[in-house]
């Protein structure tokens, strides 16, 4: 070894000088108002929806035709004069009585069905199987055979309607339960859960995300399949739901009307859709770090 590489090379002490943190700079950039408002989702879904009534004003006065295509200035008008008149909430209320019948049942049911097939390997197949056969099949192809057995009635919709829900409502469970990892069951099992708790506890939690996507399409399912069943055999018990309004008003050949009834459905739709499932989502898995 040379004496060049037995030198050993002291280095230098290196004094750091503390700064004080105003001499950082902007370490965040604070958000334009116009970036502020962007962040907003419920702003953005509103400029969208308010685009979307310019593309349908502008598209009807092209179309020039009352009869075909009303603008949504007059559909407007018409919406709101069934709302102050009580024409048009009398139909919602009527429909929508219908529709939560129908839609509390088929939850029942779909929860019955599931809890059978994660109990043993036979209910899994029963449960398999029934979803097979009967979630292609649509529920306005049962309506005559409602009519058959339950009349022309309230009870023929809800028999349609807890169709739609049962079969959406329990596959999506499942699979939800299904989905859960094996560490997390054995968490349930250590801590000595079992049955309903265990259920409660471990697979309802974990499966939240999927079960609540099963809920959201068996109400967008049921919702649509009450509109076309009042629209096929119209009155019910002496009244008629939101589909009848329309289909009377399209015999009157009252257009206005008849798309004040669509805009009513649509705005249902996007009332539950932002008022209920979006609150339960925000509250659960959101909350929980389910979903990003």
């Known amino acids: 070894m040379s004496d060049k590489d037995s030198i050993l090379v002291a280095r230098p002490e290196i004094h750091r000088v503390p700064v004080d943190s105003s001499a950082f700079g902007v370490v965040e950039k604070p958000l334009s108002t116009a970036e502020k408002l962007f962040g907003n989702p419920a702003l953005r879904k509103t400029l969208i929806l308010i685009v979307l009534a310019l593309m349908w004003e502008v598209g009807a006065r092209i179309l020039n035709s009352e009869l075909l295509f009303p603008t949504f200035s007059a559909t407007l008008a018409a919406f709101f004069k069934g709302m102050v008149n009580g024409e048009l909430l009398r139909h919602v209320w009527v429909s929508l009585k219908v529709l939560l019948t129908g839609y509390a049942i088929g939850i029942a049911i779909a929860a019955l069905l599931t809890g059978i097939g ?59 339960f299904r989905s859960v990892s094996s560490t997390q069951r054995m968490v349930g099992k250590n801590y000595g859960l079992g049955g309903f708790s265990y259920v409660a506890k471990i697979l309802i939690p974990a499966a939240f995300p999927s079960i609540l996507t099963g809920l959201k ?64 989502e925000n509250r659960t898995v959101r909350k929980w770090g389910m979903q990003h």
């Open 118 to 176: 994660i109990v043993s390997r036979v209910g899994n197949d029963i449960l398999e199987t029934l979803t097979a056969m009967f979630n292609p099949l649509p529920a306005i192809a049962l309506l005559p055979i409602a009519l058959i057995w339950f009349g022309l009635g309230n009870a023929s919709l809800i028999a349609v309607l807890v169709h739609s829900v049962v079969w959406a409502v329990a596959l999506n469970t499942h699979s939800g």
């Open 217 to 280: 399409i068996g109400w967008a399912f049921a919702w649509r399949t009450l509109i076309a069943s009042e629209l096929v055999f119209g009155v019910s018990s002496g009244s008629g739901g939101l589909g009848w309004y329309i289909y009377e008003n399209k015999n009157e050949l009252d257009i206005p009307k008849v798309f004040a009834g669509l805009l009513t459905v649509i705005l249902i739709g996007l009332l539950v859709e932002n008022l209920i499932f979006r609150v339960i």
